[in-house]
């Protein structure tokens, strides 16, 4: 657990997330998939049965390779940052990141802390070598903060979303450790 101030004197505690966070978590995806058009889901459509997510938070939190991590502020959740890794010898040594920060937390510096927490977690966890992402090739806020902690472009997956009646690629971005 992290406790950190940010400069409007917003305090937040890092932590991982255990099993009884699981419908926060649910509650939280469903409200902020309909504060940006650059996650890959809309409001209300984190569809999840709260039993198998408990169960999903315990197995993850149980992988050496995996982690999630909740900011919150009040007990409030206003962040969430997740690597997720397969358990496969072949191809355990890369973890996907995910980062979602509430609308009304935007602007902080809180997604590149929580981004800060990922890699140096990574870098201690002596399994993984390699961390990717997906985001949306208009999230420039976003890509530029990627690129700032050395991630590269990697791919472009051409019409992968449909958005408002649109259809919008997804970059592939990757970060050797």
Do not use: C
Not at 3 to 32: G, H, P, S, W
Not at 145 to 162: A, I, P, S, T, V
């Amino acid at each position: 657990m992290r406790n950190v101030t940010f400069k409007n004197n917003l305090k937040v505690t890092i932590r991982k997330a255990t099993e009884d966070d699981a419908q926060n978590i649910i509650d939280f995806y469903n409200v902020v998939g309909g504060e940006s058009d650059f996650l890959s889901f809309g409001a209300n459509e984190f569809k999840r049965d709260l039993e198998e997510y408990r169960n999903y938070i315990t197995a993850t939190s149980e992988e050496s390779n995996s982690i999630i991590l909740i900011a919150e502020t009040d007990s409030t959740i206003i962040g969430i940052a997740t690597i997720n890794s397969p358990q496969k010898e072949r191809t355990k040594h890369v973890g996907t990141l995910g980062i979602v920060v509430s609308e009304t937390y935007t602007g902080l510096g809180l997604g590149k802390v929580l981004m800060n927490e990922l890699l140096a977690w990574a870098r201690l966890n002596n399994i993984t070598k390699k961390i990717s992402l997906v985001t949306n090739e208009n999230n420039v806020k976003a890509i530029e903060l990627y690129r700032k902690l050395g991630f590269e472009k990697e791919g472009l997956l051409k019409h992968d979303n449909f958005i408002r009646g649109t259809y919008h690629n997804t970059i592939v971005m990757g970060l050797l450790l």
